[in-house]
């Protein structure tokens, strides 16, 4: 390992995150090739089914004789079998590359396998190049891959004492348009938005993303009985990329009229009253929702929290503080009798936002 | 003004710190004496009834000749009155002194005239030098005389959901080692610590200052009806420095007994089934408490909220949620139904004190 080898490797992720939140259920992944310490080709990999970032680098080389001899880079282990595209370990192979540097070894044991498949054709590879940073650009996919859920994002606005809405419901605006923007840019990282349906209900968001260039996420609605008013503003745009997650005991007839507007219904098992939280897990995953923001409301956050399902938070504090009584607070669950049942946040940190602070941190 | 001044008027009120939480009912004060560009002179001001920080510097000059034509800086205007000591305009006049540097003009109109008494004597008098500093640096004091009421200040340890204790009361400890050595230096920064008296009952602590060279602070527990044990924690150290606040009404019996150990008793009149908020003020004033770290519990910051007391708050958040059905709140009093309606802070900020994050702002 030597410093160009994590100055290219830092390259690659860099490529990688142009398609964040577009390659569900793939991993981000950017490729740089070097010969003669410069760099003669780059790839990422843009969306599930098109080409791997390898490839994408390997064709961006003009000369194909200038690959004799090169280095690739990618962050993530090179794929070792035939999925929609053919395996980027032959590839790598019939290209002359004589050096394969890697950032993380692949989790998903189906594809894995690039690396040693490579050492075995005589190719040199080093790997655990910036590991940790690859592991945090593929937090996402490890989750997927590794307890088979969707990466849940805790992500909500507050006042100072945790309170999400006053007496009677009022939550526009807790927090400053800054903060606003922000959490409209993270709509657009995830692959959705998902809310309760006191929260349609109640706001009756239309849960886009209305910032910069990102995609639009989809929409997920968690609604045990069917009590989505067909008149929500959340049907005003694009009815195909709605989910609602439903119970199979909900009134068919209100599921038919939901199917004729082009929602996409998701039944889920029902468990002490409650989703069944690894049925969630699987369906959400089904329908390639690998990451999902969770905006609330307090019955939502609960219900995320008392499972353990959420993965990361990000937590806007106003600079407000109100009486708690008859307030919504952000966790809508029963409290635990020790300190020891908490949630735990790990690697939290803060910065200011506008007016107010943004509290980060992982489950 | 020139850049010395900031400089010179810089190390007053580094001088004035010194006195920190010391110097009740006075404000803090440092001076400085400089000639030819070099301090000959320094004092502040160290407790009420000792001398001020003019005369500390002055005395500091072996050599008094070296006064004549000097210049004085003192972050606050110099006293024009006859208190428990002389005017120290009188003593900057007579000391040959021809320039005074002030940070900030006196808010406390019996002292106040310094300036122009000054003037008036043909010395050279520039106003204004870090001024927004010399108004920081005496909060308490402009509170204290602007207000006529303590500055009281909202310290608490919680989860990132605003919850100071789960079910059944449970809060030790929230937070980590460093946010509670950072809390005890509170504690000694100002003159008093106040909670209310289900705290006493619930953590039985023993309100003291554990860290550093710090004075002991006043310890205040709230309590309408005299509720308190007297085999509480709290009375195992020095009771001469424990005051309970109760009302009128409660058992002369227990009055009587607590008097006996040494406790002071200050009797608040009851408005609306609490402290009258303008009585209480007062009577905390009265005994010499110009500063007051509230530490809880729900109910206390509830009530100082919905009063508008608070000048400042200290809250500590923990890497930690939890269900808020059962757990306490650290806002224990009603919401209300607007956002317009809450309390607001101002120039909040953040920053992590070990695992914690802890969030300071002005009310």
Redesign the interface.
Known sequence: MCKSDEIFMQKTIALAKRAIGRTCPNPLVGAVIVKDGKIIGEGYHKKAGMPHAEVEAINSVKNKDDLKGATIYVNLEPCNHYGKTPPCSLAIERSGIKRVVIGMLDVNKEASGGAEYLKSKGIEVTTGILEEKAKRLNEVFIENKTNKKPFFVMKAA??????IA???G?????TSEKSLRLSHRLRGMYDAIGVGINTIIMDDPLLTCRVGRYKQPKRIVFDVNLRIPTSSTIFSKLSSNIYIVTSPYAENSKKRVLDAMGVNIIECDIKNGEFDPNVLSEKLLENDICSCVIEGG?RTH?YF??HNLYNK?Y?F?A?????????F???????????N??????E?????VG?D?L?E?YF
Chains 1, 2 share one sequence.
Do not use: F, R
């Open positions: 507050m006042l100072l004492n945790g309170a006053v007496k009677g009022v939550s526009k605006w807790i307090s609960g929290l008392k938070a937590l504090y600079p407000k503080i109100c009486g708690s009584y008859g307030a607070n952000v966790v809508g669950t029963d409290a635990p009798t020790s300190l049942n908490v949630n735990m946040l790990k939290m940190d803060c910065k200011k007016d602070i509290i941190g």
